[in-house]
């Protein structure tokens, strides 16, 4: 009890949560636009198993420190700079990621046609085919911030497990809209590759403080606002009009 009550094992609670809340950002994004691309009826399945399936990772990987601590090890040097399995994972990550906004970004503008049936079974299968592997990816950010912030197994695993509760019930609204709105869609596309050049930083070692892409993302939300803003305007003045 004297621990419940402990002050600074809340205090530590509260900015945790925070903080992976806002890490979480990122892999928000991805698994709305991944999942994007599933029949209706099979979006919101694709981001319970994805969401469930990074909270199943963070706890794995919080018991696993002493094993998550050996990634950051150097194993080989090149070029006067040393690599660890943590780098190669980010570079792995954040070139899929690029690569992934690309051919989203190809596919909304160029709009192909796609055959129905059979390739929309396989479809799923691949797309929580990605979801896992960059669940992995945030996983590693997100667990490594938390280890660094606190050494209390259980405020680690309720920080996270927060973060995902709040993901889980942001995930749906956060689909529908970008589903409705394809200038949105391309925004959250844009911030697929924001995240993929900052992972290539970090496994570069050059980091972007996370700070600047989210002030970037939070502007750009504002100014597609204030533009579906201005166009529901438009659309009622166009109304009175007529």
Avoid: C
């Amino acid at each position: 009890m004297d621990v419940l009550l402990s002050g600074e094992l809340w205090a530590a609670l509260l900015s945790l949560t925070a903080l992976e809340i806002v890490l979480g950002i990122d892999n928000l994004v991805f698994l709305t636009v991944t999942a994007s691309r599933l029949p209706e009826h099979q979006r919101a399945i694709a981001q319970r198993i994805g969401l469930l399936l990074a909270l199943g990772m963070r706890v794995l990987l919080i018991a696993s420190a002493v094993w998550l601590a050996g990634l950051t090890a150097p194993i080989v040097e090149v070029f006067g700079h040393v690599v660890s399995w943590r780098d190669l994972i980010m570079l792995g990550g954040g070139l899929f990621l690029l690569a992934k906004g690309t051919a989203e970004i190809h596919h909304a503008v160029e709009g192909e046609p796609e055959d129905k049936g059979s390739v929309e079974s396989a479809s799923f299968a691949l797309v929580i085919g990605q979801i896992v592997a960059l669940d992995l990816v945030f996983s590693l950010d997100s667990v490594i911030t938390a280890i660094g912030m606190t050494d209390i197994f259980g405020v680690m695993v309720a920080a996270v497990a927060i973060a995902i509760g709040v993901m889980m019930f942001a995930a749906t609204p956060v689909a529908s809209f970008i589903h409705a709105h394809p200038t949105a869609k391309m925004l959250a596309l844009s911030f697929l590759l924001l995240i993929g050049v900052a992972l290539i930083a970090d496994g570069l070692h050059f980091h972007i403080p996370r700070g600047y892409l989210y002030f970037a993302i939070a502007f750009s939300m504002l100014v597609e606002a204030l533009n579906l803003w201005a166009k529901v305007r438009r659309k009622r003045q166009q109304a009175v009009r007529r």
